[in-house]
């Protein structure tokens, strides 16, 4: 069963705009949430990733929420650009060293 | 500079015939993995490599083996191929064994199976 569970599958946004991705996991032995970000024709690459013991991790524009008690996590994308379009996998793993991904989305950031 | 490199980047096969997937690192990590991705699906683990010692996921299917000659190349090998295997194969790379290893991916090989 997909242990992480991840919407929506595409996204479009406006230039400047606000792109948001959740995640919603079941695993609460989950400890480590790091988001990938796949360009066509490469490899995913770490983007940001927080630890359950904080609420909010921030690096540039990049923002994740995490909600332990509701099992959530998303990734803010602020001042959206269209150098923004990618795919972006959310993740958990934990001590068995297993990183389970998300189905992916896909966004589009439009001029 | 690509650091996890794998070639091909697509690879055609026929069904049954036997095909091999090859990754190589710069980066001198200990840790190496192979993930399927199949169209609009999260990757799934096949396996790692901890260094030489071989970690097969419970659910990966035997027609899958891998081979970690030294501590830059890594290659998958898929005996029979079945229509199912058609994917995006993943490799990708950490410095060490845990769970807060960011992993480095390569650009993956698309195979088609006809």
């Not at chain 2, 891998?66 to 229509?83: A, E, K, Q």
Request: aromatic fraction near 14%.
């Amino acid at each position: 069963q997909q242990q992480v569970k991840q919407s929506p599958q595409s996204l479009i946004v406006q230039k400047g705009g606000i792109s948001i991705i959740n995640c919603a996991y079941e695993n609460t032995a989950f400890d480590y949430f790091p988001w990938y970000q796949q360009f066509p024709g490469k490899g995913p690459a770490l983007l940001i990733a927080i630890r359950p013991d904080v609420s909010e991790k921030k690096e540039g524009r990049f923002t994740i929420s995490f909600n332990k008690s509701a099992k959530q996590f998303s990734l803010h994308i602020m001042d959206s650009q269209p150098g923004d379009s990618a795919t972006y996998f959310c993740a958990a793993s934990n001590t068995g060293n297993q990183f389970y991904f998300g189905t992916g989305t896909s966004l589009t950031v439009i001029p | 500079d690509a650091m996890v490199i794998q070639n091909p980047r697509y690879q055609v096969t026929q069904f049954g015939k036997p095909v091999t997937l090859s990754c190589s690192q710069t980066l001198n990590h200990n840790v190496m993995y192979w993930y399927q991705q199949k169209s609009s699906q999260a990757p799934k683990l096949l396996f790692h490599y901890y260094d030489k010692d071989f970690n097969n996921e419970a659910d990966t299917p035997d027609n899958f083996q891998s081979r970690r000659p030294n501590t830059s190349f890594c290659f998958l090998d898929i005996r029979s191929p079945g229509l199912g295997d058609a994917a995006m194969y993943l490799c990708a790379t950490s410095r060490e064994k845990g769970y807060l290893e960011k992993l480095f991916f390569g650009s993956g090989t698309q195979l088609s199976v006809l």
